[in-house]
């Protein structure tokens, strides 16, 4: 496909409308394009104040972020680490770096994220060293239930909100859950630095730790001492000079996203085999991606929509493919949401669901052609 091609509405691109250029030129002006910079820390600063935790560090990626995670929190070979299977496959690569085994939990069907119930037949089973949460598309996991079962267990929970800046349980907000959070500022991202991610904590000490192994285990002294295994982890100052622009428009995109999945929900009201993904009462979503489930009646399946998309040049995904029926991951234990072997909640979804054009940059005449190509295959 031509990138080029300025007619296709897209599933999500980068939508950069604010001083993104300015800061940036910013950046390279003043000499500091590397890894240090005031930008950097500004992000940091912002994002620690936002989500509301007491310490962040930048890093090149979100997955980077969850490798750091995993190293804080002691993981090491042979170790068990849980990871939600219905993600994607980010959210647990950084196990396999680390030479230890995952174990897959199945999801809930409520917000598609990790079922509480397969958790605690997982903990029957198994004793983790951590756990790994996701907040799926933009909603969080059911936390308090989640981190009730892990209490007392010794286990390290990493939240995985790389999808879900902006969004809140109860109030408080994605990626302050757990001993470690993490977001994302990939380009598909709810804001991008073009490419980076973010580890977050209240353990200042931790991240000050993670921070080291990011920039090459590099000992504080002048001439280079190595101890332990470094990365080259941080993030960029002129990443992090999009990032800044980015962050101011953040509530702005949070706003717009939602207005997609109003009008998305408004229109389909009427189809009774067509569900927008709910989001549940409790919480808040960044609205990164509007997501639909067809129910098992349905005669539309959803490579129907994908496909009548496609055709008009709209771009359409499915949902994440559970990490559990990943060839990568076959050898790896699943535990699932129900109690006999019927396949799988993640599965059902993966197999009835689908993401919807969510680009900030389309506008509601584009939406309307996607609304009514959808309609008129009911
Ligand atoms: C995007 C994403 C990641 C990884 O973030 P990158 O910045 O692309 O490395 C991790 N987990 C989930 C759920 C994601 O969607």
């Known amino acids: 496909m031509n990138n080029n091609n300025t007619s296709r509405i897209y599933l999500a691109r980068p939508d950069i409308r604010g001083q993104e250029r300015v800061y940036a030129t910013n950046a390279l002006e003043s000499g500091w394009v590397t890894t240090l910079g ?17 310490s962040t560090c930048a890093t090149t990626s979100g997955t980077s972020a969850i490798h750091l995670a995993l190293k804080l929190a002691g993981v090491k070979q042979g170790d068990i680490v849980f990871c939600q299977s219905l993600t994607f496959c980010a959210s647990a690569n950084p ?12 999801s809930e069907p409520g917000s598609y994220n990790m079922s509480p119930r397969a958790l605690k037949k997982a903990l029957e089973l198994y004793s983790p060293k951590a756990v790994i949460i996701v907040d799926l598309y933009g909603q969080s996991a059911d936390m308090d239930q989640l981190l009730e079962l892990c209490a007392g267990h010794n286990i390290t929970v990493i939240e995985d909100a790389a999808e879900a800046l902006g969004s809140t349980y109860k109030g408080k907000r994605c990626g302050s859950f757990g001993a470690y ?7 598909n991202k ?12 209240n353990n200042k000490e931790r991240v000050n730790k993670a921070r080291f192994w990011a920039t090459q285990s590099r000992e504080p002294v002048l001439h280079y001492e190595h101890k332990e295994v470094g990365y080259n982890y941080r993030l960029s100052n002129v990443s992090a000079a999009i990032g800044c622009a980015q962050f101011e428009k953040l509530e702005e995109r949070i706003a717009s996203k939602k207005h997609i999945y109003d009008r998305y929900e408004a229109a389909f009201a009427g189809l009774p085999h067509l569900k927008m993904l709910p989001v549940m009462d409790d919480r808040t979503s960044n609205y990164w991606l509007s ?4 129910s098992p009646e349905s005669k539309v399946q959803p490579n129907d929509i994908i496909e009548a998309l496609e055709k008009n040049n709209i771009e359409a995904r499915p949902i994440w493919k559970p990490m559990h029926l990943q060839p990568l991951f076959e050898d790896f234990p699943f535990v ?9 909640v993640s599965q059902e979804i993966f197999d009835t669901g689908l993401c919807l054009p969510s680009d900030t940059n389309m506008s509601d ?3 309307d052609r996607i609304i009514s190509i959808i309609k008129e295959l009911f």
Request: charge should be negative.
């Open 38 to 54: 005031p930008y950097v820390e500004k992000l940091e600063k912002m994002l620690a104040d936002y989500v509301g935790v007491e």
């Open 95 to 106: 196990i396999m770096y680390e030479k230890a085994k995952p174990v897959f939990i199945d």
């Open 181 to 187: 959070g993490i977001v994302s500022f990939n380009g």
């Open 190 to 201: 709810i804001i991008t630095c073009s490419g980076g991610g973010m580890l977050l904590s």
């Open 291 to 294: 997501c639909v489930k067809l």
């Open 336 to 344: 699932s949401h129900y109690s006999t072997e019927r396949a799988s």
């Open 365 to 367: 005449e584009d939406q």
